[in-house]
């Protein structure tokens, strides 16, 4: 998970950015980042954990391809 430009929660999946929507309990719903700018329909819902319990993943466009959100990157290095 990362934020967008914004400082709103942001999901990568399968690249498709989707947007913290709302809170029901212990479950998060997400929408499709472009949901308001195209009307994408695709959706997940996940847990605290950040476990998905369920996954519409069907869009009506391509998946972004240059993110235009800030992104997190981690290094690995070996340790001896």
């Not at 029901?24 to 959706?43: E, N, P």
């Not at 319990?53 to 391809?65: D, E, G, M, R, S």
């Amino acid at each position: 998970m990362t934020t967008s430009q914004r400082g709103r929660p942001i999901i990568l999946v399968s690249g498709y950015r989707f947007s913290k929507h709302q809170v029901r309990g212990a479950k998060f719903h997400w929408k499709c980042s472009t949901h308001a700018k195209l009307g994408c329909r695709a959706i997940l819902h996940t847990l605290e954990d950040m476990s998905i319990v369920k996954c519409h993943n069907v869009h009506n466009h391509y998946p972004q391809t240059v993110p235009s959100y800030r992104s997190c990157y981690v290094q690995v290095t070996k340790q001896e």
